[in-house]
């Protein structure tokens, strides 16, 4: 094949295409942990996290909240998937091998909110969220209603199980209740409806037994059968790890901040210097955005351990 700028550009719209097809039937579940913030700049503040406005009765003059002296923001990053295309394979009429490569890309980009959410879903017990806290710890901050403070605790140890009523009371059951307790600063309780049990492959079956049976293996009944549905994160890196959620409120666990939504992008003019150099045309994709911590009333995680 005569390799000119007509033939180049007519092989990369059909990888391209390719690309498309690939990004448009690829599978992507972040959407059941995460909320998605479209973002304009570099980065974004979340510092409203630390102070969102509840309906209250009017008496006299309103109520103004102020944001508190809490900064968390979640800064934007670039990230790319790039294939070169060697020209003597376009000579030489191959190059249908980059087929597989294009659908890879395509997938790839598709995914690629799954990983950044996943990333901060394993950072939950080491990294700090809009109060200075770790996303899952034992002392967030939060006011009593009365001017003080007092420490909550949206993290455990307990490991997930059905084996008797006991254990599955001491981890999903005290999870649930414990969110379900969560209050306001002005000790007004939050409402909080857990209805997503997130676990990684190892806890896979214990997860959607608890879920499931009628009976736990001691021969009681399951109380907590159909209580959430479970979502199996394949990327989450702890084998004992475990996450029950709240995705019922405007506000997610979970923050997918998008700069640019994935694009194909290509290079395919024939007198570029890759090109005249190494004889290497480029296709690929590129995006930009992030990930980060909603509400941490939200969430409780137990390690397992």
């Excluded at 980065?43 to 209250?56: G, I, T």
């Excluded at 191959?94 to 490569?101: A, N």
């Excluded at 395509?106 to 939950?124: L, T």
């Excluded at 045309?281 to 590129?286: R, S």
Aim: aromatic share 12%.
């Amino acid at each position: 094949m005569l390799v000119n700028k007509t033939t180049v550009a007519a092989i990369f719209v059909s990888l391209k295409a390719t690309f498309n097809q690939a990004f448009t039937t690829a599978p992507s579940t972040w959407q059941k942990i995460a909320m998605k913030v479209p973002s304009t700049t570099g980065q974004e503040d979340y510092a409203w996290l630390s102070n969102f406005p509840k309906m209250r009765k009017w008496v006299g003059e309103k109520a103004i909240k102020s944001l508190s002296a809490f900064k968390y923001s979640v800064v934007n990053d670039d990230f790319e998937a790039t294939v070169e295309v060697d020209r003597n394979h376009i000579e030489d009429d191959q190059i249908g091998i980059y087929k597989p490569m294009a659908q890879g890309a395509g997938f790839s980009a598709k995914q690629w909110p799954d990983e950044m959410v996943a990333e901060v879903v394993n950072g939950a017990f080491t990294t700090e969220c809009f109060d200075g806290q770790y996303f899952c710890d034992t002392d967030h901050p939060v006011g009593d209603g009365a001017g003080g403070m007092i420490s909550v605790s949206n993290k455990g140890s307990a490991a997930l199980s059905f084996a008797t009523l006991a254990l599955a009371q001491g981890s999903f059951g005290a999870a649930r209740t414990a969110m379900m307790q969560f209050k306001d600063d002005e000790g007004r309780p939050l409402n909080i409806t857990p209805n997503v049990l997130m676990v990684g492959p190892a806890l896979m079956d214990t997860a959607k037994a608890l879920m499931t049976v009628d009976r736990l293996e001691d021969g009681k009944p399951n109380p907590y059968k159909g209580a959430a549905e479970v979502v199996v994160n394949t990327r989450i890196t702890s084998p004992t790890a475990w996450f029950l959620l709240d995705t019922t409120k405007p506000v997610k666990p979970f923050i997918f901040q998008e700069r640019k939504a994935p694009v194909f992008v290509q290079q395919t003019d024939p007198q570029a210097d890759d090109v005249f150099m190494r004889k290497k045309f480029k296709f690929g994709a590129e995006a930009r955005g992030a990930s980060g911590y909603g509400f941490w009333q939200l969430c409780y995680g137990s390690t397992g351990a």
